[in-house]
């Protein structure tokens, strides 16, 4: 083991939790990723197969106790488009799993928890919310996410459990998913070739809190570190951008002409807030972390890391787009 110690990173394939695997490597912690698929990219540690959905609680638990690790992460998460049903086995029941595997063991591991900014719900214009917001989702993510956070919190101020939660705002950065704002207008650039690209997009008015995916990372690793038990705390940039202002700051990195067409809607939504801001004064003072990338450097090296995968993927002779 590292002199770091061990770290089970729940969802460790994923997005967020590819990143974070990466950030707490690079700290020097010896990393566990679990998932159910393995990662397409190599990621440092080694990787364990399992599908927590369909996994037992005691197997969960064999599975830690011959693991011994000295903190799990937990970035499970979903995508969109899902059932209400489908959600919540997807977002909620892999952390009521975990709670119920740790429950068994003889030496509980610290658990840092990363929750949503979903589970807010509906925020005020010009508001910012914190943990005494009270929380009213309004999606089925949400909802699933928020099941998941109470339940954590709930045996950490039972002292059945040490760690802590942080709530994530909207991510930004390499490897964001196709089905992002980020993704949907990428794709398009892409796909219109030596023309000027017409990028169609639902009506652009919200303002959410964005915040990069690998400062997030680093959140966790000082989450990880820490000592601070039974809090849940923020993790955004504080700010809230128009999501018109992502759009324009990936055209404007692309270099690719390319004019934006507001469509009336008619598509799927991830969520009907208009407006999504955190305070993460909170963070900086329990954990000392304050977000450092800006906004243009998460869409940056989204563009660098999109165009270099449609590169490797033509190489490999599949289709780019």
Same mark, same amino acid.
């Given at each position: ?22 950030? *707490? ?6 990393? +566990? ?26 197997? $969960?638990?064999?599975? /830690? ?5 000295? =903190? =799990? ?28 595997? $740790? ?42 996410? $928020? ?18 939660? *942080? ?20 794709? @398009? *650039? ?8 017409? =990028? ?12 990069? +995916? ?34 324009? *700051? ?5 270099? $690719? ?11 799927? @939504? ?24 800006? /906004?243009?450097?998460? =869409? ?22």
């Amino acid at each position: 083991m590292s002199a770091n110690g061990r770290v089970v990173v729940l969802g460790g394939t994923g997005f967020l939790g590819r990143h974070v695997c990466v950030a *707490l490597g690079e700290r020097g912690f010896d990393v +566990v990723a679990v998932a159910r698929r393995p990662p397409v990219d190599a990621i440092p540690g080694r990787f364990l197969a399992r599908d927590l959905v369909q996994l037992s609680p005691q197997e $969960l638990a064999k599975d /830690l106790d011959e693991i011994r690790p000295a =903190v =799990v992460v937990n970035t499970v998460g979903s995508i969109w488009g899902r059932t209400d049903e489908q959600m919540w086995k997807a977002a909620a029941v892999p952390t009521l799993r975990l709670l119920d595997a $740790l429950a068994l063991l003889s030496e509980r591991p610290r658990m840092v928890h990363l929750g949503s900014v979903l589970e807010y719900g509906r925020m005020t214009p010009g508001s910012t919310a914190g943990a005494a917001t009270v929380a009213r989702p309004t999606s089925a993510y949400g909802r699933a996410k $928020l099941a998941a956070t109470q339940a954590v919190l709930e045996r950490m101020e039972a002292g059945e459990l040490e760690g802590m939660v *942080l709530r994530v705002s909207n991510l930004a950065g390499p490897g964001s998913p196709d089905v992002s704002l980020l993704g949907q207008v990428a794709r @398009q *650039l892409l796909a219109a070739g030596e023309r000027p690209a017409v =990028v169609r997009l639902d009506p652009l008015l919200a303002h959410r809190d964005y915040v990069d +995916v690998r400062d997030v990372a680093d959140a966790v690793v000082a989450a990880t570190a820490s000592k601070v038990s039974g809090e849940l705390v923020d993790i955004g940039s504080g700010e809230s951008t128009p999501v018109r202002t992502v759009v324009d *700051l990936l055209i404007e990195r692309s270099r $690719l002409p390319a004019a934006v067409v507001e469509r009336s809607g008619s598509g799927k @939504q991830h969520s009907t807030e208009t407006w999504s801001r955190v305070d993460i004064g909170p963070a900086e003072r329990l954990l000392g972390w304050r977000p450092r990338r800006p /906004l243009a450097d998460a =869409v940056e090296a989204y563009w660098r890391e999109f165009i270099e995968r449609q590169h490797i993927t033509t190489r490999k002779g599949e289709p780019s787009a």
